[in-house]
């Protein structure tokens, strides 16, 4: 991933590149290594709007929101979450779309917030199970078990 974000003085998008982008801005995250995370969201953000598509915008939307809500800044996280989920419907991207709604659920949970993480979980729930994704579906049964329950 770090190998491919080096391409970013080279004339090569972002967009060709897009899966590694994801795995860096994860690996960062992953690692706690927030200050590569930022690097890589600032690079992202700068590239011409060509280069950046709008999984790239959902991507940078979802781990912009992660970072502010792993420091504790809680202003923005929830609309980072909702651009992102926006974009990846918009892509149709049902994956990656179930995993930000994952993601804004846990956070909401830990918000004290079950209640309004629980569509999101539903819905992150029912395209796990369409697409067979059954650990991500104990992920969702750990972070509300509720939401676990069979539709």
Known sequence: ??????????????????????????????????????????DLQAAPPSQRTPHIAAEISRFSAKLAAARGQDDGVETGFQEAAAAFR??????????????????LVAAGRAEDAAPLLAEAREIFERL??????????RAHPASAAVS
């Not at 491919?4 to 090569?12: C, D, H, K, Q, Y």
């Open 1 to 42: 991933a770090e190998a491919a974000m080096a391409v970013r003085g080279s004339p090569l998008s972002f967009a060709s590149i897009r899966p590694a982008v994801t795995k860096a801005l994860e690996a960062a995250f992953e690692a706690g290594r927030f200050d590569r995370l930022e690097e890589i969201l600032a």
């Open 132 to 141: 067979r994704a059954t650990p991500w579906l104990e992920r969702v049964a």
């Open 90 to 107: 918009q892509v149709h991207k049902p994956f990656p779309l179930a995993i930000v709604l994952l993601e804004q659920g846990e956070w």
